[in-house]
């Protein structure tokens, strides 16, 4: 199991970049898929972006595809998203997961191991 911590969260204009990070601890960080959600107040979490193991294929929402993008650092133990032309509605607390399917999924349940979240912040 492995545990993690994000960071890189802030407060910044609509249209800005932030990019954030998730820092894992543990062992075989490179057996999990991992995961980007987010949660805005008095809504669900939700999915934001997706990658595989080998960091060779990733999934996103449509409501950030073309403007954000998940990698990851297998050798550093790192996941990253980055986060270009932030419009209001992205302004959220932002989790990271780990999953143990075979498949990249947007499911919220399929994620488990959550840090304590960054939240971002888009200012119009």
């Known amino acids: 199991q492995v545990q993690l911590v994000e960071s890189g969260g802030g407060l910044v204009q609509s249209g800005g970049t932030l990019r954030l990070s998730c820092a894992a601890s543990?062992?075989?960080?490179?057996?999990?898929?991992m995961g980007w959600f987010r949660q805005a107040p008095g809504k669900e979490r939700e999915f934001v972006a997706a990658?595989?193991?080998?960091?060779?294929?990733?999934l996103y929402a449509e409501s950030v595809k073309g403007r954000f993008t998940i990698s990851r650092d297998n050798a550093k133990n790192m996941l990253y998203l980055q986060m270009n032309s932030l419009k209001v509605e992205d302004t959220a607390v932002y989790y990271c997961?780990?999953?143990?399917?075979?498949?990249?999924?947007?499911?919220?349940?399929?994620?488990?191991?959550w840090g304590q979240g960054t939240q971002v912040t888009v200012s119009s």
């Open positions: 990658i595989t193991r080998s960091g060779g294929s990733s």
């Open positions: 543990g062992r075989f960080f490179n057996n999990y898929i």
């Open positions: 997961g780990s999953s143990v399917l075979g498949y990249v999924s947007r499911g919220r349940d399929n994620y488990g191991a």
